[in-house]
């Protein structure tokens, strides 16, 4: 048998389809949650979902090209609270387990992300 060749976390999780669906399960999550829909309200939605999709590729190792603004640039003048940061990871792992995959994967995902916070938080 072929050995078992290291595979990116994108890959594992099932490539651009599933990154799309986590992306389409995270904007409809968006839309029923009163808190985070609130910032949302100005955004185009159509640019966040194809800039969020390109994002999410990226970080888990896809072979994407990711050509939305700076996380501080985007998030800059929205003075983010670390409560909503968390509600919005929340919303995340919802549409990740919608998505399909499992409580480690998830996990994988938001170790990549967890450190943007950083540049998310209180701008
Ligand atoms: C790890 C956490 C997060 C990631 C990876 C992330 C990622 C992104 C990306 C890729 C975009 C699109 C960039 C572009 O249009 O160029 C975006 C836009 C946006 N994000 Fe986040 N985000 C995170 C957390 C948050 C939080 C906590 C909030 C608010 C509670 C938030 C609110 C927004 C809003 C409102 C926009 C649209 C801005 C606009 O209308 O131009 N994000 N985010």
Same mark, same amino acid.
């Given at each position: ?16 389809? *599933?990154? &799309?669906?986590?992306?389409? +399960?995270?904007?409809? &999550? ?7 829909? %609130? ?7 159509? %640019? ?10 990226? +970080? *888990? ?8 603004? *700076?996380?501080? %640039? ?8 670390? *409560?909503?940061? +968390?509600?919005?990871?929340? !919303? !995340?792992? +919802? ?17 990549? !992300?967890?450190?943007? %916070? ?6």
């Amino acid at each position: 048998a072929p050995n078992k060749v290291p595979q990116s976390l994108y890959d594992e999780i099932g490539g651009m389809p *599933t990154v &799309e669906a986590i992306t389409d +399960n995270l904007i409809n &999550e968006i839309s029923f949650n009163e808190t985070i829909y %609130r910032y949302f309200k100005k955004t185009n939605i159509r %640019r966040f979902r194809e800039k969020f999709i390109e994002h999410l590729c990226v +970080n *888990t190792g896809g072979p994407c090209i990711y050509t939305g603004d *700076t996380m501080l %640039r985007v998030h800059q003048g929205q003075n983010i609270s670390e *409560t909503d940061f +968390n509600l919005i990871v929340d !919303l !995340l792992v +919802n549409a990740m387990k919608k998505a399909g995959l499992t409580y480690t994967q998830q996990n994988q995902v938001l170790k990549v !992300l967890a450190p943007m %916070r950083v540049e998310i938080l209180y701008k």
